[in-house]
């Protein structure tokens, strides 16, 4: 899509400073959101996906589409290929690479999304926020070495992966789409490049929440608690503020245990449970 397709698009923008959130109506049934932005900036950098030279779909979940209410007709397959390619950003979004910390190969380190950009969040027809997140999308700021790319055969694996744990009822990121981007990336051999587009209710981690704990920001660690009980658990917010983190503590590690039992009872495993 080009730039003068999308000004002919009407889009509504609220406030756009960094203590609001940004609010984009645009084609598609997409209503966009910044609501990232409000937390404090150390726990993200701003980051734009790279350009590619040849966008095409291979695969799009259409069923999870419709939940989302996104309605794809309006859109050509390329314009298609070009948005979950990160080519087009929406009016008003500020894509951004999460920082976070974990325990990785026996030590604490400070970490970030180092190939994968949030695009920004959605919300869905039920009022519901979830994030739209580009995985393989290039460089950010916390990809140390790496080139930020993925390829073609993982972004297929997760994508059939995470759409068969989401049908076993066992809590899961989803895959909306995976598109090659016509360039080659360079592993153990050169393979075709692909971004997947992942959807989740929020990319909060335990370790977003140790990274404020290992700098002793507490008035920072204070707004990421807000946040995430507002966004994620609404039903706490009459509670006093105390007996809040009590609760959510107890949510967190039943909901961690039950998914990682879940996890064990069809044979996955995962090292970085903080991650």
């Known amino acids: 899509m080009s730039n003068s397709q999308n000004d002919n698009h009407q ?25 990232y932005l409000k937390l404090p900036e150390q726990l993200y950098q701003k980051a734009k996906p790279e350009k590619v030279p040849n966008p095409e779909i291979a695969l799009f979940n259409q069923p999870l589409a419709a939940e989302l209410g996104l309605d794809w007709k309006e859109y050509s397959s390329d314009q298609l290929a070009s948005l979950f390619a990160g080519q087009v950003i929406p009016a008003g979004i500020e894509p951004l690479a999460q920082a976070y910390a974990g325990h990785q190969f026996g030590g604490f380190t400070l970490l970030g999304d180092g190939r994968a950009i949030l695009l920004g969040e959605h919300q869905t027809p039920q009022g519901a926020l979830v994030d739209v997140h580009l995985k393989g999308s290039g460089k950010t700021p916390f990809s140390r070495r790496g ?74 660690l204070e707004r990421l608690f807000d946040y995430t009980v507002k966004r994620l658990f609404p039903e706490l917010l009459p509670l006093e503020r105390s007996d809040q983190a009590i609760e959510l503590l107890r949510i967190v590690i039943d909901r961690q245990a039950s998914l990682i039992a879940k996890w064990q009872s069809v044979g996955f495993i995962h090292g970085v449970m903080n991650t």
């Not at 400073?17 to 209503?31: F, K, L």
Request: glycine fraction near 8%; proline fraction near 4%; aromatic fraction near 6%.
């Open 11 to 35: 889009h509504s923008a609220i406030s756009q400073n960094r203590n609001s959130p940004v609010e984009t109506s645009s084609r598609g049934g997409w209503i966009w959101h910044n609501s």
């Open 147 to 220: 080139d930020g790319k993925a390829s073609l055969g993982p972004m297929l694996r997760e994508y059939l992966i995470s759409e068969s744990m989401h049908a076993l009822s066992i809590p899961t990121t989803r895959s909306l789409a995976v598109v090659t981007t016509g360039e080659k990336v360079y592993r153990e051999t050169v393979q075709p490049g692909a971004i997947l587009t992942r959807i989740a209710k929020a990319h909060i981690r335990i370790g977003t929440f140790q990274l404020l704990m290992a700098t002793q920001d507490n008035q920072a």
